[in-house]
């Protein structure tokens, strides 16, 4: 019974690496491409925070800025009330072009960031795969250079987070915005 039970649960594990294997990765990823500003213009998540804060939600800036090591500094500004908040990242390298990893000290969570596709000057789909000690969650999020995007670019963050098992309730394009633009470094 138990040799059934931890071999059902080890073809889980091993579906559940596949499935976040499965997430591509810009070919030819050119790091240096993809930095300065973005606006973030859409957000697809099955968290709970996500869930909890989905409908007070903004479009926000994010600067890429590469640091002396090769990794990626990721400064995103935000409306939060009345005021703009700012939360800095470092995205660490990987041995694979296109792929981060993060640590969250704040929510002692690990990150696996994927740059999925670009063309530096547009447009960035990244998915990340979220592990805490209380499970797992799926993130995708569609940067922009200027603050609207074609209606394809948007239908493929659609459809490519729905590809990664996310609902519509769980996908936003999120709500234009001029607050806290300007303070955007």
């Not at 997430?23 to 859409?42: A, C, E, N, R």
């Not at 996500?50 to 890429?64: P, Q």
């Not at 000290?105 to 990340?128: C, F, M, Q």
Request: with cysteine; glycine share 6%; proline share 4%.
């Amino acid at each position: 019974m138990h040799a059934a039970l931890l071999s059902v649960l080890g073809l889980a594990l091993l579906g559940a690496l596949r499935a976040q294997d499965s997430v591509p990765v810009q070919p030819d990823f050119q790091q240096d491409k993809l930095t300065g500003k973005w606006y973030s213009i859409g957000l697809a998540s099955n968290s709970h925070w996500f869930k909890e804060k989905k409908h007070l939600m903004k479009m926000c800036t994010t600067v890429i800025s590469p640091t002396a090591d090769g990794n990626l500094e990721v400064i995103s500004t935000y409306p939060k009330g009345d005021r703009c908040e700012k939360r800095n990242s470092l995205y660490t390298r990987t041995e694979q072009p296109g792929r981060f990893s993060y640590n969250s000290p704040r929510w002692g969570s690990k990150h696996d960031i994927r740059i999925v596709e670009t063309n530096y000057d547009e447009y960035a789909l990244v998915a990340t795969q979220i592990s805490k000690s209380t499970g797992s969650s799926t993130m995708v999020l569609l940067y922009s250079r200027t603050k609207e995007l074609s209606p394809e670019r948007l239908e493929r963050f659609t459809q490519f987070s729905r590809e990664q098992g996310l609902t519509d309730e769980e996908i936003l394009i999120l709500p234009w915005t001029d607050k806290c633009m300007a303070d955007a470094s």
